[in-house]
């Protein structure tokens, strides 16, 4: 089984502060991690993902993600937030042993808002 | 969201009327999914298709119904036994579903009155 948890609904930050977004996972086996940002009524957009290598992932936006094994976390960064990265954030895992394509597995999504 | 199409973006149905969803993608990608997203509840997958005239349940596959005729078409329906069809509905797809990353579409919030 995998899961993945955010554990703050809410992040509120001030504009031009490093941000955090956390998440850990749970997968029996290697993860793939992916973030994912998402704006009002709209589809999610890729920001990065972590496969394998090296544990800190650059993305779009600024965005990084820092894999942790041992702490089994993905957490999302930036050094300096904007308003505009105010958002919905979701982190999603998959088991990399899994052969299925259905194991992609999503948070429950982080509401980001950058104050100006 | 380039390269994935939904529509609508809007649909408002009554009650115990069957519904059909278009999900389009340019992309040439062999795998599609549907999601439903919930507030505070993330994603759950519905159905998903690895290649054409092939598809698996997701998670929550009851009251919903799917086709992979074209490559590039996927397109749900939600039927009469879904008892609670107003969400935000989701469409992806990936070159493969195993190891590519997910591309959404914009969306289709689905309301039934």
């Known amino acids: 089984a995998q899961s993945v948890a955010q554990p703050e609904d809410q992040v509120n930050v001030a504009e031009g502060n490093p941000l955090t977004v956390k998440c850990t996972y749970s997968?029996?086996?290697?993860?793939?991690l992916f973030w994912y940002v998402q704006y009002p009524n709209r589809g999610l957009q890729f920001l990065l993902k972590?496969?394998?290598?090296?544990?800190l992932v650059k993305g779009s936006y600024g965005f990084e993600a820092e894999f942790n094994k041992s702490q089994t976390s993905f957490h999302l960064k930036k050094p300096s937030a904007l308003v505009s990265d105010s958002a919905l954030y979701f982190c999603?895992?998959?088991?990399?042993?899994?052969?299925?394509?259905?194991?992609?597995?999503f948070g429950s999504g982080t509401q980001l808002t950058v104050l100006p | 969201d380039g390269g994935i199409t939904q529509s609508p973006k809007y649909l408002f149905r009554k009650e115990g009327q069957n519904v059909t969803l278009s999900c389009e993608q340019n992309?040439?990608?062999?795998?599609m999914y549907w999601y439903r997203q919930d507030p505070g509840q993330g994603l759950r997958l519905i159905y998903y298709?690895?290649?054409?005239?092939?598809?698996q349940k997701g998670d929550i596959a009851e009251g919903y119904s799917v086709s992979r005729e074209k490559k590039e078409s996927f397109p749900l329906t939600v039927t009469s036994a879904q008892k609670n069809p107003t969400a935000f509905y989701l469409c992806?797809?990936?070159?493969?579903?195993?190891?590519?990353?997910?591309?959404f579409g914009p969306g289709t919030r689905l309301t039934v009155l």
């Open positions: 997968v029996s086996g290697n993860p793939y």
């Open positions: 992309l040439n990608h062999d795998a």
């Open positions: 999603a895992v998959r088991d990399r042993s899994s052969g299925s394509a259905r194991q992609l597995t």
């Open positions: 972590y496969i394998t290598g090296d544990n």
């Open positions: 298709s690895q290649i054409v005239n092939d598809f």
């Open positions: 992806a797809s990936s070159m493969d579903g195993r190891t590519d990353t997910q591309y």
